[in-house]
């Protein structure tokens, strides 16, 4: 029976190289996974298999149809080459491990289940991460009347102007699916934000909205958790303090993979975007509630500073977080225990526990006040 196994391998594996790459078996999504202690580079089958794309592509290589070509080093190279050359053999090694699946032929060591593998992050790290503010109609206002948010939704449908787009920390904010997300020290106002990342493929500098999807990779799930405690007084008088309240550890989740543009479709027909604490839903979206589209985020973006493979633009988020009042009547923030999901169709959930930090040792005086010392309890 083994040596069955092997011969159909084999006559799978001598295939035309060029017969193999003109279409694609079934679709794919790419991802970074802890495999025997380190990052490695992974093709997601079926949202449930992992195929080590090194050890793929080794054995891939061993059968003198397929030329040599080198495998990334980690997903922003994968991502700058893969309309260069890369996509052709992904396609390839997919094909051949579809049809081994089709065959029922037994996988090889190099290919895992998901659940035996730890996710992590799919881009570590994003050069730039890039948010988009308020960026749908039902964010506007969550805390005023329904006549005052009606007013308010009427205005920015009447004065769009341009995104307002923030900058997000990468390496430290930016955590994997099942990573925690750290209430810090002090902090009782963290909220939640579901969006939509799309991964930038090629560099763009003053890209047009109507050529934005080309410059684009693909698309991932993404959170913007946010500290609404707001800066301590005193010093000087801001009005916010979009450090504070975007930049924390563990507030980028991003994941739980990448989906290739070609097999997800233009997020602007088809997107729909959901959050829930528990059992509980939070938000619900489709992009026809967005304010500027995605491509509009780009070409803004991009007309302000250079956009580099493997960088990230987010959408915005809906209404439905935390801070806002309309949904459940009352404020209502993260606490430790609970549990956030994020799911946008076509892509995957992404699920991170939530845990509140320890007091942190051998402060300095200038950290951040815990928000008791200037605001009243909730």
Not at 312 to 328: A, C, D, H, K, L
Not at 347 to 367: F, H, N, R
């Amino acid at each position: 029976m083994k040596n069955a196994l092997m011969a159909g391998i084999c006559s799978l594996l001598i295939l035309p190289a060029a017969a193999l790459a003109q279409d694609i078996a079934e679709p794919f999504k790419v991802g970074t996974f802890e495999i025997n202690g380190s990052p490695e580079v992974g093709i997601v089958l079926r949202d449930s298999i992992i195929l080590d794309l090194d050890h793929a592509n080794t054995a891939l290589e061993k059968h003198a149809t397929y030329p040599a070509v080198p495998m990334p080093a980690d997903m922003i190279e994968l991502i700058e080459r893969y309309d260069y050359g890369l996509k052709r053999r992904l396609y390839e090694i997919v094909n051949v491990h579809a049809d081994w699946r089709a065959n029922g032929m037994e996988w090889p060591a190099y290919v895992h289940d998901v659940d035996d593998v730890r996710t992590l992050p799919p881009i570590m790290y994003p050069g730039k991460i890039l948010n988009a503010a308020v960026n749908f109609y039902s964010h506007v206002n969550e805390s005023g009347s329904e006549e005052e948010r009606r007013e308010a939704r009427r205005l920015r449908r009447e004065e769009r102007g341009v995104p307002y787009l923030f900058l997000k920390p990468s390496r430290g904010a930016v955590v994997g699916n099942g990573a925690k997300i750290v209430i810090p020290y002090g902090r009782n106002r963290t909220d939640w934000e579901v969006e939509l990342g799309a991964v930038i493929g090629r560099t763009a500098k003053y890209v047009s909205a109507d050529d934005a999807e080309t410059h684009v990779f693909g698309y991932m799930v993404t959170m913007d958790i946010s500290d609404r405690g707001g800066r301590p007084p005193g010093g000087a008088r801001f009005t916010s303090d979009w450090f504070v309240g975007k930049g924390h550890d563990t507030f980028a989740p991003q994941g739980p993979w990448i989906v290739p543009k070609e097999f997800y479709g233009n997020p602007m027909e088809i997107l729909s975007q959901s959050l829930s604490v528990g059992e509980e839903q939070m938000q619900e979206a489709t992009a026809g509630d967005m304010i500027h589209s995605l491509w509009e985020l780009i070409e803004y973006g991009s007309s302000i500073i250079t956009l580099y493979p493997g960088d990230v633009i987010n959408n915005g988020t809906s209404g439905g977080v935390g801070m806002g009042t309309v949904v459940r009547g009352a404020q209502r923030f993260l606490q430790s225990g609970e549990v956030v999901s994020a799911t946008i169709n076509g892509i995957g959930t992404l699920t991170l526990p939530v845990v509140g930090e320890d007091q942190p040792e051998g402060l300095t005086g200038a950290e951040l006040s815990p928000v008791d010392t200037y605001r009243d309890p909730l």
